[in-house]
């Protein structure tokens, strides 16, 4: 302001532009800080190795930190967040003890050119986090079942991210076309997503601390059954560790697996499980049909919908032609029309698989336990709107794997930051014991 005339003011303008440090910058701080004190940056350093040209002075640790940072940032692509990073690049790497910032180019080749032993020795190193931190057993939640046993709910499933590809043109005088995605997708179902190709992710869940332990992906449908037996493995690591039994592991699962092939497998694992089934055919079974004839055990009506089940418990009934057995719930309701389910003459018939003991859970006990489910479907969304794990890091396999496995892990870390500043009690289910 000018003292010869206090009534105007001189301002003095720059054209630089001055970047504004980004909103994510304060909690990728946080977790660097957590990762030091907790001496994991130091084990992936130690046990994730990888050896290759071109990549100058950089190391594995500093490709790590830069997709652990993109997990947190949000942003929609590796590009708009380097663009976002790059005038904080020595502040940001400086978190984490290192100076460089890899360049989006060398990130890029760096993924392209991971081997599966890599993959597996991070997945390893992920896995011996989410186990070491499991804290005293009521902190993990539980379930009680009728007779008092604590049981530990999965959650498996499959999530498939579809991929657009843009018409090309052909003919004999142009090369094939080369997709970028064709390393990462195949053709498969889609459900309800648009696209001409896809990519099956399949994720663990602990059900009550809604912490992930298992990711893997393929091409197209990718191999369930496969991904599957890991999963169970993953689940009778985490009952060890925390002092129970593979037995008392309930898993959950929908129709994909909902066949005697499967059940065959849980019962090699050693794992309880509830799933639907998909072998209609089981409904001729003599036994099934005589059930069917008399009263329903009990009635089930679902609280938000008002469908109400009449429940037939058939007991333990062959699942393959083996002879391989598993309980069978049949749940049936009127409607001309469903979209799961088999119809006939107005009425719809669905099919439970389990192996959870009828003293400690009636038949509404299985079918409430299962359709209790739906709050996998809540952390699927929650994910894909705070990290969006399937955003599409690199055009090969095993650099989207690493990708996905690093954001889990933030997942795992927000979760348990958040328990740390809000403590919260972890939701245990009992249900009533039987009248007499």
């Excluded at 005038?87 to 360049?103: E, I, T």
């Excluded at 195949?186 to 663990?204: D, I, N, Q, S």
């Excluded at 191999?223 to 009778?236: F, P, T």
């Excluded at 119809?343 to 959870?356: I, K, Q, R, S």
Aim: proline share 6%; aromatic share 10%; hydrophobic share 45%.
């Amino acid at each position: 302001m000018s003292t010869d005339n206090p009534s105007s003011v001189s301002i003095q303008a720059e054209a630089l532009p001055i970047a504004s440090v980004p909103a994510w910058f304060g909690e990728v701080a946080l977790l660097a800080h957590t990762l030091t004190r907790l001496g994991l940056l130091a084990e992936i350093c130690e046990r994730v190795r990888f050896a290759r040209k071109r990549f100058g002075t950089f190391e594995v640790i500093d490709f790590v930190v830069m997709l652990i940072g993109y997990a947190v940032s949000g942003e929609p692509t590796l590009k708009a967040y380097y663009e976002r990073l790059q005038p904080f690049a020595p502040a940001f790497m400086g978190l984490f003890g290192r100076s460089g910032l890899p360049h989006r180019a060398t990130l890029s080749r760096f993924l392209a050119a991971l081997d599966e032993p890599f993959v597996e020795a991070l997945r390893k190193v992920f896995l011996h986090d989410a186990l070491a931190r499991l804290g005293p057993e009521a902190d993990v939640g539980g379930l009680w079942d009728r007779l008092g046993t604590r049981w530990i709910v999965f959650d498996l499933d499959a999530t498939r991210q579809a991929a657009r590809q843009r018409a090309l043109p052909q003919g004999p005088d142009l090369p094939p076309p080369q997709r970028r995605l064709s390393a990462v997708c195949a053709p498969g179902y889609m459900g309800r997503k648009r696209g001409e190709v896809v990519r099956t992710r399949t994720t663990l869940l602990q059900a009550h601390t809604h912490q992930w332990l298992f990711t893997c992906g393929a091409a197209g449908n990718g191999d369930y059954r496969g991904e599957l037996l890991r999963g169970l493995s993953v689940i009778a690591a985490y009952q060890t560790a925390l002092g129970l039994l593979p037995a008392q592991a309930i898993v959950r699962l929908d129709g994909l697996y909902g066949n005697g092939t499967i059940v065959v497998d849980l019962i090699a694992a050693g794992i309880c499980f509830v799933m639907r089934g998909k072998d209609y055919a089981l409904l001729d079974l003599t036994q099934v049909q005589q059930r069917l004839t008399l009263p329903a055990d009990e009635q089930f009506t679902h609280p938000e919908s008002g469908i109400c089940r009449d429940l037939f418990d058939c007991g333990q009934i062959p699942v393959t032609a083996q002879g391989h057995r598993a309980r069978l719930i049949v749940a049936t309701h009127q409607a001309a029309t469903s979209p799961i389910g088999v119809v006939c003459d107005g009425v719809v018939y669905e099919l439970f698989f389990t192996a959870l003991p009828a003293l400690g859970f009636t038949a509404a006990d299985v079918v409430m336990l299962y359709l209790h489910r739906g709050s996998f479907e809540t952390v699927l969304a929650d994910e894909d709107r705070e990290q969006d794990s399937d955003r599409w890091s690199s055009y090969t396999a095993y650099g989207q794997e690493v990708w996905q496995i690093l954001s889990q892990w933030v997942w795992n870390l927000r979760q348990e930051l958040s328990q740390q500043w809000q403590p919260t009690s972890m939701r245990l289910t009992e249900f009533s014991p039987p009248s007499n």
